[in-house]
């Protein structure tokens, strides 16, 4: 796991360390230096640390004009032991919703597990953006079912059909458009 490093191709147009508005602002990355684990298993330092033990992130995109924030995820997410969602939700989210941010990709390849507890803070988190968006991209078949079967769908967008989506050769605002598309 020491190997993935998050997605950074689009940091020409967005680095998290520079917006004065990110949880991340002035993060200063020990490229030499592994410190966050994911059970036994050393992960890129690169990765932003939540409060969760099992799993990270890095935001890789926010256009406040647009409304829009992309964050790719690492790990197990576990809302049954860890409440993932409500670190997700109150540490990250939270911040850019103060911020008007309105939709919002998780990016789900590097997501190993999913354990759900309930689905209160994906509601509130719907229920925070109005009319914005929430969508998954890329769950693994047994991540997407585990979610699935906690009703997480009635408030983020995880369809099938976005479980195969090449998004790395895509810049953001593409990846956003084509994800609109298929909801129409």
Not at 41 to 56: A, K, N, R, V
Not at 66 to 91: A, H, T, V
Not at 138 to 153: A, K, L, Q, W
Request: proline residues 2%; contains cysteine; negative net charge.
């Amino acid at each position: 796991m020491h190997n993935i490093e998050p997605f950074y191709l689009w940091k020409h147009i967005y680095d998290s360390v520079e917006d004065k508005n990110n949880p991340f602002y002035g993060a200063i990355y020990n490229e030499f230096q592994y410190t966050n684990k994911i059970y036994n298993f050393f992960i890129h330092p690169q990765w932003d640390e939540m409060e969760s033990e099992t799993l990270y992130l890095k935001i890789l995109f926010v256009d406040y004009e647009e409304s829009q924030c992309i964050i790719e995820l690492i790990g197990e997410w576990n809302d049954c032991i860890n409440n993932d969602i409500m670190f997700l939700k109150r540490d990250i989210i939270d911040r850019f919703i103060k911020q008007d941010i309105k939709n919002y990709i998780l990016l789900c390849d590097n997501v190993l597990n999913f354990h759900g507890s309930d689905d209160c803070y994906y509601e509130e988190w719907k229920e925070d953006i109005e009319e914005g968006q929430i969508f998954f991209v890329n769950t693994h078949d047994h991540v997407y079912e585990e979610m699935r079967s906690m009703g997480i769908h009635r408030y983020v967008n995880f369809q099938k059909n976005n479980n195969q989506i090449n998004w790395r050769k895509m810049d953001p605002n593409a990846l956003f458009e084509l994800l609109y598309q298929k909801t129409k």
